[in-house]
Every structure is written in C-alpha cells, then in structure tokens.
C-alpha cells in the first residue's frame, strides 16, 4: 500500500502562483512515476504533469510553460509549481503514484478566481 498525501491548494487570483506538495509513504518502489491530474467541475480527470524517478517529464499542453513538476526522491515527494494561474486552471489536482500499481491522493482544491 501506498499513501500520499497532497498540500498546498487555496485560492488565488489570476496571474499569481501557487505550489503543491504530494508526499508518498509506504511500499514505495525506487522506480516509479508521480504526476498530478486534475478535473474540473463536470468535466473528466485530465493530465496535468508528471515526472519519472529518473527525472523525465510529460506536461499538458495547456499548462506546458507555466507549471514545473519536480520531485525529492530522498522524501518521496513531487511538487507542482504553478505560475501565471488561469481561471481555467481552476480544479480540484489530484496526485498519483504508479509502480506496480497506482495510488490516488485525496486531493486538493485550487479555485483560481479575481
């Protein structure tokens, strides 16, 4: 079993920023991939970043130059920086763990409205 743990999320006004934190405990596998989705209300869960162990990262287009995923693999834990905000960035992000199975966070709010 795999925990995680979001923190972070609240509201902002557009242009601003905002990091996530996700921290994984458990049975966590040295190789492994961590990335956040998020879904809006009425619509599906979508991909917003992840981010391999070794280091290789995938972004959506929609958030490709404003936001970084990074992690800490030493404290299982990634991070989502999230610069020049939109209020179609508004979601609730949710952060997943994938080994040899995948693990859902609970995930956190981010309204981002003036």
């Known amino acids: 079993q795999v925990q995680l743990v979001e923190s972070g999320g609240g509201l902002v006004q557009p242009g601003g920023s905002l990091r996530l934190s996700c921290a994984a405990s458990?049975?966590?596998?040295?190789?492994?991939?961590m990335g956040w989705y998020r879904q809006a209300p009425g619509k599906q869960r979508e991909l917003v970043a992840t981010i391999t162990s070794g280091g290789n990262t995938k972004y959506a287009d929609s958030v490709r130059g404003r936001f970084i995923i990074s992690r800490d693999n030493a404290k299982n834990t990634v991070y989502l920086q999230m610069n020049s905000l939109k209020p179609e960035d508004t979601a609730e992000y949710y952060c997943?763990?994938?080994?040899?199975?995948?693990?859902w966070g609970q995930g956190t709010q981010v309204p981002v409205s003036s």
């Open positions: 997943k763990y994938t080994a040899a199975r995948y693990y």
């Open positions: 458990g049975r966590i596998f040295s190789t492994n991939v």
